[in-house]
């Protein structure tokens, strides 16, 4: 009986369901709450999933900008300014190696930034590569610093012929302005400042176009000699200086020697002119004197001689 009773009474208790969870004190189950954060974080990456697509679908470009798009890898369009709309992971901006130079007002340090963006400004830039050593004709080592002022024509051409534009740009610059140096001396490299800025502009321009550039002017700022060629160099000036005083103070004493000579030989004509006109007219004073008395001595000479 013990048995079958045990027997009887196990499927009994084996079949019961466990007792439900006890409820919280706000009335949630576990289970009711699992299913709310499960839904919570689906909820957020969906959320999180569209804006991405969003962002990489949707694109404005600003104004005197463009955006060059590539498809697998390949161009495929350039973006002008406005509102656009790509297809998620398949149309990518193409990002490009820029620098620009940061100087903040009142401050005379400027800091140079490169950055890696998708946008290619058209507007004109300006590079101010810094000083360089150049060495001239006569072989004086001098340092110069220039500035190059430049416009993207091309922005396909800008960014699939030229790996780092700006930097491709500072050192043509630069290797072109030591040619043109090296033919000229340091009186010539001081007093040709628009030749060299003529040349150094004509020769750069032409290797520019291929990379969809347009330089439009090209500037010598700074010519900065040695300070031993300095100081020859303010000796010379202010020796050259002094030569000019002492010829101009002997062109003055001149000039007034000559002028002095030139008083004194008038004073004298004038004088001898004074003297020559005071003779005359006492010549004449005389004549007429005599001419008045001529009759007077001939009456009185006659009433001698005549007998009354």
Known sequence: CKVGGWAAAWPTTMSMPPPPPPPTEEGLSEEDIVAITVFLVLFAVIVIVVVIIVLYMVKIVHHAEVM??????????????????????????????WRYVDAKYGSNETVVKSIATDRIDMREHVIDFGRQNVITKDTVQIEIDALVYFMVADPRLAVFNIQNLP???ELLTQSTLRNIIAHLSLDDTFSS????????????????????????RVEVKNILPPRDIKSTMEAQIIAERERRSMVLQADGNRESAIVRSQGDAAKLVLQAEGIRTSVVNRAKVSAAVRRVRAPCGAEMWARRVLPR
């Open 68 to 97: 060059v798009i590539e498809r697998f890898g390949k161009y495929r369009t350039t973006l002008s300014p406005g509102l656009h709309f790509l297809v998620p992971f398949v149309d990518v901006p193409r990002k490009v190696h």
């Open 167 to 169: 930097d491709a740009i």
């Open 193 to 216: 400042r628009e030749r060299i800025n003529e040349e150094l502009l004509q020769a750069v321009v032409r290797d520019a176009e291929r990379w969809g550039v347009v330089i439009t």
